[in-house]
Nanobody, 115 residues
Framework: QVQLVESGGGLVQPGGSLRLSCAAS????????MGWYRQAQGKQRELVAS???????AYAGSVKGRFTISRGSAKSLVYLQMNSLKPEDTAVYYC?????????WGQGTQVTVSS
């Protein structure tokens, strides 16, 4: 059974940094995509960053150059390093695992950027 557990959210001032972590269990380590999504209040969930099993990464235009997705030495860990945070980055951030059309989600972690 796939389980995804996010951590690392919190309150940060504009311009600050946070690193989110996603610990995955029960996943198959080939032909998959892991990603970070976010959902701000009153808005649709959107893809922030993704990493393929081969290591390729992709980013939403709004975070390119500020956020970095990476995997730990244990491929079951995925990180989202967020720098130069802006108030508009405030949202619940979700970890996602997608393999051949089957998707799994974590419970989400709140990120609030405010002075």
């Amino acid at each position: 059974q796939v389980q995804l557990v996010e951590s690392g959210g919190g309150l940060v001032q504009p311009g600050g940094s946070l690193r989110l972590s996603c610990a995955a269990s029960g996943i198959i380590f080939n032909d998959y995509t892991m990603g970070w999504y976010r959902q701000a209040q009153g808005k649709q969930r959107e893809l922030v960053a993704s990493i393929l099993s081969g290591g390729s990464t992709a980013y939403a235009g709004s975070v390119k150059g500020r956020f970095t997705i990476s995997r730990g030495s244990a491929k079951s860990l995925v990180y989202l390093q967020m720098n130069s945070l802006k108030p508009e980055d405030t949202a619940v951030y979700y970890c996602n695992y997608n393999r051949r059309g089957l998707q799994y989600w974590g419970q989400g972690t709140q990120v609030t950027v405010s002075s």
